[in-house]
């Protein structure tokens, strides 16, 4: 992705494999700026207070902390040790368990001496693919829009129009992203995308991220209330939907950023095709009912107190809403069940969810 004119992914290590650059993303959309991760217990405060966020980027995260702990003591305990206490920053997105796995199956085979200059590839191979899968969705997914469009009879003039929920674009990937991959793709293919893009508290990775990362790219977009998109949608102002997703199960419910289930309500009573995309890291092969299976990080009630954002003179501020007093909940996914999801963009194709498992077959 390209911030300013200059590429970008959203996490590189050092030449010197001594830290990692990561984009501190709890300070978009008004201030880019990267910062340096020395240690693996740095590396766990970022992806818990959310200075890297989104599936894909924590599994990228993780496989960097495993190689930061490598660093300093590449012994079997620190491998394992580091693995655990990465595994428990966050738990509803899966990619962070299937790198940690990964990067502990491949390490622990390997004689200590090794594992540092070995962990660091690693990582790197993680990210690599990641921007691969990612590449392949957005192809996938335009060759879904090109059809919708023809389906449709939109006009060249007149805009598709596609809702997505959260931020699932290049900020929390590598690069491309996964929901975003698509629209990326389109835009650049000359189709007349917009975007609605929902603001998503109450971290507002919507209006904050997707918004920033649209805006960086040239894609026409507007940013609605998180209640807004029913309205929009019963009034043949969707055309589509895409989100992304923390885990999906085999059997194709999607677990994604709290407030989608409700989007994929209004699309299914609208009829309008409701799609979520998702790269292979983010299937949970091992669970088969989302509802039950997938375990709903709790975050802090502070962040739905506390809203941050900028003052008319510009200087950052945090703002309590709530009355003194007043409890909040603040549960940070849902879970979609099959049944209301058109299809799942993958990279190796879009399927009805419950063909999952044979699309990765063979
Ligand atoms: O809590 P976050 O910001 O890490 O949540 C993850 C998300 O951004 C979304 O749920 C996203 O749609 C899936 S990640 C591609």
């Keep these: 992705m390209k911030i300013n004119g200059q590429q970008h992914r959203t996490i590189w290590p050092d030449p010197r494999l001594k830290f990692v650059h990561i984009i501190d993303q709890t300070l978009l959309p008004h201030r880019f700026e990267s910062v340096q991760i020395h240690s693996v217990e740095a590396m766990e405060l970022a992806i818990k207070t959310m200075q890297v966020r989104g599936a894909p980027l924590i599994g990228a995260a993780a496989a960097y902390g495993v190689a930061l702990a490598m660093l300093y003591d590449d012994s079997d305990a620190s491998l394992i040790a580091a693995c655990k206490d990465l595994l428990a920053t966050r738990p509803t997105a899966v990619n962070l368990q299937w790198a940690l ?35 392949d969705i957005a192809q996938h997914g335009l060759k879904l829009i090109q059809d919708l469009l023809a389906q449709q009879s939109h006009t ?10 959260c931020n ?7 690069d491309w992203g996964t929901a975003l991959a698509p629209i990326y793709a389109a835009h650049d293919a000359g189709i007349a ?3 609605w893009v929902d603001e998503t508290r109450p971290r507002n990775q919507g ?3 997707t918004a920033w990362e649209l805006g960086q790219h040239g894609v026409p977009h507007t940013v609605i209330s998180d209640n807004a998109g029913g309205h929009l949608m019963q009034h043949g102002q969707v055309d589509m939907v895409i989100v992304g997703a923390d885990r999906v199960t085999a059997t194709g419910d999607v677990c994604n950023k709290i407030g989608t289930y409700l989007k994929a309500l209004a699309a299914f009573d609208n009829g309008i095709p409701f799609y979520a995309a998702v790269p292979s890291p983010t299937i949970d092969w091992n669970i088969s009912n989302g509802l039950q299976q997938i375990p709903i990080e709790q975050r ?17 501020a945090q703002v309590n ?16 069940p099959a049944r209301l999801v058109t299809g799942i963009i993958t990279e190796r194709g ?13």
């Design 207 to 209: 209006a904050s991220l």
């Design 321 to 336: 809403v709530l009355p003194e007093g007043s409890p909040a909940a603040n549960p940070a996914f849902d879970v979609t």
């Design 168 to 174: 699932a674009g290049w900020l929390a990937a590598v």
């Design 156 to 165: 060249p003039s007149q805009p598709f129009n596609i809702l997505t929920h």
């Design 101 to 135: 796995q990964r990067m502990q199956t491949h390490l622990i085979a390997i004689e200590p001496k090794w594992r540092n200059i070995n962990a660091w590839k690693e990582a790197a191979i993680i990210c690599d693919e990641d921007v691969k899968l990612n590449q």
């Design 300 to 316: 802090s009630a502070d962040e739905v107190a506390w809203v941050q954002g900028r003052l008319k003179n510009g200087e950052a």
């Design 350 to 362: 879009v399927c009805q969810p419950d063909k999952l498992a044979s699309l990765f077959q063979s």
């Design 193 to 195: 995308v917009h975007v």
